[in-house]
């Protein structure tokens, strides 16, 4: 990214935003002022976390030495658990208590299975609410875009994940997407979408004014011009896009599902 500035009393002066930050021009030649203070605590931050990372890293070796010379897990697994049955002076069979536990473990899931499908549905209905929710509520996606949210969903939704609670977004390639304005920080629903539209092969198509140049529909057909029996389900996202730019998302929502 570039410096931009400006020139004043025969002198080139860094441009600052309404925050009083500099502004830097990125390659796609949106200007964004950059807070160097949020920056440096970032890389410390970062810093701090690889130094614990690298001294965790070390205690996992060190503790993993202590089984040097045990080439197969399984068998001293094995011979462990036999030891503990007779340590417990258990009369059976070691083969016996293994079928005990096994039991034993198959009525605690049965027990808390509904537990674990309740938990799983409310996972979903997070994952519904705040990845779904985002794209409805979306400012990016009412300002710029053509088309209704939930086709943009269609689209991008796979590229958002939720994690620690929070929304956040990855490119095509599977590199997390961070904000431009909060240096070191995730970006969120709107930022990340401007970026995945501004990469998007087909963006002419969804934003607003945009010239498409995919398929359009040639009339003669039922209601709108669409082809006849065409349904929503079977258009393409290109040919949505075209279809709501030349008669509206009022008639695209009458076409049958």
Do not use: C, W
Not at 154 to 173: H, L, M, W
Request: no cysteine.
């Amino acid at each position: 990214m570039k410096l931009k500035t400006v020139e004043k009393d025969g002198k080139q002066y860094a441009e600052l935003d309404a925050n009083g930050l500099p502004v830097y021009i990125h390659s796609d030649g949106k200007e964004v002022g950059f807070d160097a203070a949020s920056a440096v605590q970032k890389i410390a931050t970062l810093g701090t976390e690889a130094n614990n990372n690298r001294i965790d890293k070390e205690k996992a070796e060190n503790a993993l030495r202590s089984f040097e010379g045990i080439t197969d897990p399984a068998a001293a697994k094995k011979a462990l658990e036999t030891v503990r049955n007779l340590d417990d002076k258990k009369l059976i069979d070691a083969g016996e208590v293994e079928q005990i536990k096994a039991e034993a473990i198959r009525a605690v899931e049965e027990k808390y299975a509904p537990l674990v499908q309740e938990r799983d549905g409310l996972q979903k209905q997070l994952h519904d609410e705040l990845i779904g929710g985002g794209f409805v509520r979306s400012e990016y996606i009412k300002k710029n875009l053509s088309v209704p949210a939930d086709m943009v969903q269609a689209t991008f939704g796979q590229n958002f994940k939720i994690e620690n609670g929070e929304v956040v977004a990855y490119d095509q390639a599977g590199q997390k997407l961070y904000s431009r304005t909060r240096p070191g920080e995730p970006a969120n629903v709107d930022e990340a979408l401007e970026l995945l539209v501004g990469g998007y092969a087909h963006k002419d198509l969804i934003l607003k004014g945009g010239q498409g140049t995919g398929g359009g529909f040639q009339g003669g057909g039922n209601s709108g011009g669409a082809p006849a029996g065409m349904k929503r389900s079977s258009m393409s996202m290109s040919q949505k896009a075209d279809y709501i730019k030349e008669y509206g998302n009022e008639a695209f929502l009458k076409l049958p599902q």
